[in-house]
């Protein structure tokens, strides 16, 4: 069976971790009561890794459409072959659409983000607490939504593994 290209594995494995931490450091700070120092220390690693996968699924967009996946098992139907290509797009679509939007949340909630501590990333348009009000939820909703759909991808590798044993989770593992 055909593999993914070391860039493309490599990618698909650093925004991984990458939105698993970040999503995970959102839950723990949205939980901490108060402004503390502990609670502006964590909002800006969300955000660094937040621009890092954006970063990232810029690069493995473009490495996408440059490569072309390898193919998919044959006992797969096309109903499953278009749920998966589908299930693709969609994360893509997700790696975008949750950190723009929390890039935009905290831009109208008048907030630089400064990226690493090194340099700021420019802010669009000035701050906004109505705007503020309406990114939260939005911002929220995808993380949730982004959070079912690669739960969604993890289960469906590990049918392809364990119960279809069809070799397709082989073609993205190190």
Do not use: C
């Amino acid at each position: 069976m055909d593999r993914y290209t070391k860039p493309a594995i490599l990618l698909h494995w650093l925004i991984a971790l990458l939105i698993i931490a970040a999503f995970l450091l959102g839950l723990v700070m949205t939980d901490i009561p108060g402004l503390t120092p502990t609670k502006l220390k964590y909002y800006s690693w969300h955000k660094w890794l937040g621009i890092s996968v954006l970063a990232l699924a810029a690069i493995r967009l473009l490495w996408r459409l440059k490569q072309q996946p390898p193919a998919l098992p044959v006992s797969m139907t096309q109903g499953q072959k278009k749920a998966a290509e589908a299930g693709h797009w969609f994360l893509y679509i997700l790696m975008f659409a949750v950190p723009i939007s929390g890039y935009l949340y905290t831009t109208a909630a008048g907030v630089p983000v400064v990226y690493l501590g090194l340099f700021q990333i420019p802010s669009l348009f000035e701050a906004s607490p109505a705007l503020k009000e309406a990114l939260k939820p939005v911002h929220y909703w995808l993380n949730m939504l982004l959070a079912a759909v690669v739960i969604g991808h993890v289960l469906a590798a590990l049918k392809h593994q364990f119960i279809d044993k069809d070799g397709l989770l082989k073609r993205m593992l190190p």
